[in-house]
Every structure is written in structure tokens, then in C-alpha cells.
């Protein structure tokens, strides 16, 4: 394999690895905040539908990491959401570099 392709290749496995992860972290800090919540005040898992839309855009997904670091301040999980999104983003902003300068 050609230095292209072993960099195109490490790029989306690290983007695919680091948003899965990212996702499933997300979901595990919504399932402890919507724990902590009444059952009318629960954030859903998606919003289907423009009214639903409506009413949680304030807190959906801005304020679940908000959320869950004020209830639960020594859970890891808020710190290695944060060491995922890092990794997933800086692997973008790589992978645009590689692509501007003509390496992929």
C-alpha cells in the first residue's frame, strides 16, 4: 500500500472508531441524566418531529453534558466524552489538512 492509502485509511477508522465512541458516550450521559429527571421533563433519545424539535433545541444535545457534569462532577465519563470529541475533531481538521495540501 501506498503512503495515500495507509493515511486515507487510519483517517476514517479513527473518524468511524472516535464518533462511535462519542455516540455511545453521549447516549450513556443522556441515560443518567434523564435518570435523575421526573418522566415529564425527560430529554428523548431523538427527536422525530419538528415540535419535538422545538421544545428541546435548548437542551438537546447542548445541555445534557452540561447536565450530567453538575449532577455527577467526579464521573469520568464527562472527561473521556471530552478526550473522544478532541480526537474525532482534531482527526477532521487532519484529514482537511491532508486533503488541501494534495497528501490524500
Known amino acids: 500500500m ?4 495507509i493515511l486515507l ?4 477508522v479513527v473518524g468511524s472508531v472516535s464518533g462511535l ?9 443522556l441515560d443518567a441524566v434523564n435518570a435523575q429527571r421526573p418522566k415529564d421533563q425527560q430529554i428523548p433519545d431523538m427527536m422525530l418531529t ?3 424539535m422545538r421544545k428541546y433545541w435548548g437542551t438537546y444535545p447542548w445541555r445534557v453534558r452540561q447536565d450530567f457534569h453538575s449532577l455527577f462532577p467526579g464521573n469520568r465519563l464527562y472527561f473521556w466524552h471530552n478526550v473522544v470529541l478532541a480526537i474525532f475533531f482534531a482527526n ?5 489538512i491532508f486533503l488541501i495540501s494534495g497528501v490524500l
Request: charged content about 10%; aromatic content about 20%; glycine content about 0%.
Open 2 to 5: 501506498q503512503f495515500k492509502d
Open 9 to 12: 485509511v487510519t483517517c476514517i
Open 21 to 29: 465512541l462519542q455516540t455511545l458516550l453521549f447516549y450513556s450521559m
Open 50 to 52: 419538528w415540535s419535538e
Open 92 to 96: 477532521a481538521f487532519a484529514a482537511l
